[in-house]
């Protein structure tokens, strides 16, 4: 009975996961990228998104919500993706920009530069959320919004894997510059350890300033 059953429930899921690709496709589209972002949260470091495009029909069994998976798993769908994949691009913000143009423009600005980054453009965006606007690179493409998308679309799910290993690498390096502060640890979240650390050493050069209500003792978001 089990073995009877899995087969079908993982198509179930495969034809899910494809079902908004695969309408595009249907539509004569000849490129979806998925785009999504890691990063929005944390008190330090950058806001990293990405952009996966796939072959028509390209399926990786576990690839899923990058929350949903371990970061043993992350880092092993990661390499997947970029040998499967026939375009990726990353685009990193820092700090600095978020404190200047606030999170939710940053984000938009690291989703734009990881459209730029593709060395081919795309047909059509699938982006994670429900508001996007676009910049320079994604300018004239269209895009449809997926609230919950990093679960339900594949090429969004890769591209959150792809974004989330990417920014979780790059705040091991900050760790190595800022050990006081657990970046490798926590990745610039919140945590009890991150924001005693904080109380203790002041802010780092990466901290983002208009973050700070977040750094008040109790606040967990």
Known sequence: MISDRVPAEADVRRKMMLANENALYARGCLSVAGVDEAGRGPLAGPVVAAAVIFKNGTYIRDVDDSKRLSPAKRAELYDIIAAQSIALGVGIVDNLVIDEINILNATFLAMDRAVAALPRRPEHLLIDGNRFRGGDATAGIPFTTLIGGDGTSESIAA???????????????????????????????????????????????????????????????
């Open 159 to 221: 591209a959150s894997i792809i974004a989330k290993v990417t920014r979780d690498r790059l705040m091991v390096e900050l760790d190595r510059e800022f050990p006081a502060f657990g970046f490798a640890q926590h990745k610039g979240y919140g945590t009890r350890e991150h924001r005693a650390a904080i109380a203790r050493f002041g802010l780092s050069p990466v901290h983002r300033r208009s973050f700070a209500v977040r750094w008040e003792p109790g606040h967990s978001k």
